[in-house]
């Protein structure tokens, strides 16, 4: 069982910035893949940043409309996952969750209670 904490989020001014922090449990925490999702009020969960290991190699991928603007990072020593916010959006306001896949699964099967992020135009 993996438990994910995230914390960080709060309400900030269009173009400002925020970081969201996911603490994770878990002896292997360096091997899980890690996400980050949101959910805006009316609309469904989408994708937002993950970082995966394969091959010896860390990879990291973002949706298309946070590319350039948010970043995700690790420290496996910390066991946690951040993702920094620059240039907020109001369309950004959302619930954004942390998510694990321990096993490479290529399915998020762990979720954490959400952290509301508010930027005010």
């Known amino acids: 069982q993996v438990q994910l904490v995230e914390s960080g989020g709060g309400l900030v001014q269009a173009g400002g910035s925020l970081r969201l922090s996911c603490a994770a449990s878990?002896?292997?925490?360096?091997?899980?893949?890690m996400g980050w999702f949101r959910q805006a009020p009316g609309k469904e969960r989408e994708f937002v940043a993950g970082?995966?290991?394969?091959?010896?190699?860390?990879?990291?991928y973002y949706a298309e409309s946070v590319k350039g603007r948010f970043t995700i990072s690790r420290d496996n020593a910390k066991n946690t996952v951040y993702l920094q916010m620059n240039s907020l959006k109001p369309e950004d306001t959302a619930v954004y969750y942390c998510?694990?896949?321990?096993?490479?699964?290529?399915?998020?099967?762990?979720w954490g209670q959400g952290t509301q992020v508010t930027v005010s135009s």
């Open positions: 998510a694990a896949d321990p096993n490479s699964s290529l399915t998020y099967n762990y």
């Open positions: 878990g002896r292997t925490f360096s091997s899980y893949a």
């Open positions: 970082t995966r290991r394969s091959g010896g190699s860390t990879y990291t």
